[in-house]
């Protein structure tokens, strides 16, 4: 007996050991490694001169990976090869091979902006570039600056800044064609750009938002910035770069065919001046219109009657610019005319309610159209209309907290084909007066007129603007949904009431446009009084 409860002393006494063990080896945890990857020795060192070799090796005291290298990497001056640059997983060196002739005596930078992180917990090795010259030193100046936008409040991110030299062979078309002398990213401090390593000389300083990666300016999707007059290295300026998006010259791109009786003409640029004649023999009775496809750069072309053929040819004219098109003609038929409102639900105190069809309207019939509020009266109202945006803009006196139905009877709307609608009805309702906000705004040291004046969202969308063509300098804005709003004051310099933009071949800067220095909280029933001291 005795024998056995020494057995279970001892049994007890082992399986605790096994518990303490656990205990001890039981991981506690430790801090997490925040400390970015350090160099240990790159060859040949970093800023060296006489650069003779294709091949650049830097170890580190850790495993690294690049990540976004594609996007992060800036080269100055570019090379018309990309360099081969790895590990491709991860490694302890990172290695460089140059595919390219390397210019003699100039200054290279490889900006790896925060590509380089370490394996295990990404901390990246910000912004580390490696400099090296074909010659016997180091060029040291640099170009410093903003970077803003013409219209926007706030610029774009990773804006290409460029460095073109002046010199026999520069011309305005260099930047369309070549790559420039050197390049730096506003991508490390978004607003801010800094070009490094330059040599001593004359210079046309450009920014891009480019697009295509490519260090040259591509009117159609880049939006550029310029100085109109060349800078001279060293200097202790610092510079604006004002970028935006330029108009780009009329063409015509595309004629398509959407159905037996409606063709589209896709077109870049002003078509303040476009003519498009029918070259086909027309058939007795032929007439057509032309509509602007909504938010995009298209023409609709509709005609009748039918015409039996498999295709047509036009001769399309804007300004000096005259084009021959030719198109096959689809067999489907003509769409049926549908009527709808361009706004459905809440109708603001200070809008119209507009109508649009999906055929060309030609006619419309007041007498056929009512308008009642919610107590069964009719509404009186003034039809406004715009053929070429195929709208029917209905105004009206509205009151708050109403709703209002509009009656379409047929022939109240006849489309381009002779067709009419059924009857068809839309509702719409107002609020409150006190669901809104209202805005009085002063504006002082106005240098000139005319003016635009904007309230616009955060988002860039126009809630109200005012034309001021003489000394007017008190705005008010009512029934402003409640929320967050800018001022925005646009110089209109050449008077045709909207903001241009500029052009970098005309050496044209886009018309100046000023926002008010805060955020403005538009609250509901609540008037906000401001004063705008331009600069």
Known sequence: ??????????????????????????????????????????????????????????????????KDLQNQLVISPPLDNQPVITPFGTSKTLKIVINDTLK??????????SSIVDNNEDNSFDYFKYVFSTGSYIDSLKVLGTISDALNLNPDEKVTVMLYEINEQFSDSVIYKNKPLYVASSQSAPGFFSIENIKEGDYLLVGLKDNNSNYKFDPKVDKIGFLEDPISVPTDTSFNINLFKEVPDYSMVRLSSVNRQKLQFGYEGNVDSLQIELLNSKPSGFEYQITKEKEKDTLNYWFTPIIETDSLSFKVSNRSKTDTLSVRLKEEETDSLVVSPLKTGTLLLNESFMITASNPIVDFDKEHIQIIDKDSAYVDFNIDFDSFHNTVNLQFEKEERQVYTLNLYPESITDFFGAVIDTLQFRTNTRSISDYGFLSLSLENVLEYPLIVQLVTESGEVRKEFYAEDEQTTFNFEHILPGMHYVRIIYDTNKNGKWDTGSFLKKQQPERVIYFPKLLDIRANWTLNETFILE
Do not use: H
């Open 1 to 66: 007996m005795k024998g056995n409860y020494l057995y279970v002393f001892f049994l007890l006494l082992f399986s605790l050991s096994f518990v303490d063990c656990a205990k001890r080896g039981n991981p506690q945890g430790g801090a997490r490694d925040t400390i970015p990857p350090v160099i240990l020795k790159a060859v040949p060192e970093n800023y060296s001169t006489n650069f003779k070799g294709n091949e650049i090796t830097i170890e580190f005291d850790e495993y690294i990976k690049l």
């Open 104 to 113: 003699e005596n100039t200054t290279y930078t490889i900006n790896f902006g």
